[in-house]
């Protein structure tokens, strides 16, 4: 039985893209860079924000300075804490959100945006305390596609794989699933390259409000 389901952020929960762009062109002006588009920042999402920062510095830089991309990487972190008030939650999330614990289903939330900026974005929607466990993409040495985030979070809440369900929306998240060994729903309307038929699923879905039914399925 589900007893927990574990869910990505960015892309599966919430569209952070224009804040996530927003806050890396405040980095490139402020150090006089080119600025990025908004389809490029969106492609650079999805492993981390430092893996964002070196995405960003080769596109605009055509190469990584290590010690530019420290201070790049310093300076996106302030401005992204900040960065929420152009993110808005995916339609009917915060209704399945509702379901899932009105029928005692427990949440957990796994992420590889830096653990600050999830605390801040979180508390900004007030979700708060919505999460019982959240690990964010620096909370751990490694982060996702590794499992260890993944398992981190089960084991905070007292579970076992087989007891959860994890959420996302991209290739990292359907690798992270499948390293692990859980079970995994993929949410396509998120940050997803490649086609959702290609990547490791369970189930798919595009609409919040069949989610507790495909779930209900893996039962």
């Known amino acids: 039985m589900i007893r927990a389901v574990v ?13 996530i762009w927003q806050a890396a062109n405040a980095v490139l002006t402020e150090e006089g860079l080119p600025l990025v588009s908004f389809e490029q920042s969106r492609g650079f999402i999805g492993r981390g924000a430092r893996v964002f920062v070196e995405r960003m510095e080769l596109a605009v830089a055509g190469v990584n300075d290590p010690t530019r991309t420290d201070h ?13 008030e152009n993110t808005r939650i995916y339609p009917y ?4 959100l509702e ?3 009105s029928d005692g289903v427990r949440l957990g939330l796994c992420t590889n945006k830096p653990f600050a900026p999830t605390a801040a974005v979180l508390k900004h929607l007030h ?25 981190e979070v089960v084991g905070r809440m007292g579970l076992r794989l087989p007891e959860i ?12 699933a499948q390293r692990a060994g859980a079970r995994f729903g993929l949410y396509t309307e998120g940050y997803r390259k490649a086609a959702p038929e290609a990547l490791f699923h369970n189930f798919l879905f595009n609409d919040y409000r069949h989610l507790s039914d495909r779930l209900a399925q893996l039962n």
């Open 127 to 151: 979700w708060a305390d919505f999460f019982e466990a959240v690990i964010g993409g620096d909370s751990l040495p490694v982060s996702k596609p590794d499992p260890a985030p993944l398992l």
């Open 7 to 19: 869910f990505d952020l960015d892309g599966t929960l919430i569209d952070s893209a224009p804040d």
């Open 165 to 176: 369900a994890y959420i996302g929306d991209s290739e990292t998240d359907s690798e992270t």
């Open 72 to 84: 790049l990487h310093t300076r996106f972190l302030h401005f992204y804490e900040r960065a929420h």
């Open 99 to 101: 379901r899932l614990r």
């Open 93 to 96: 999330v915060a209704e399945a």
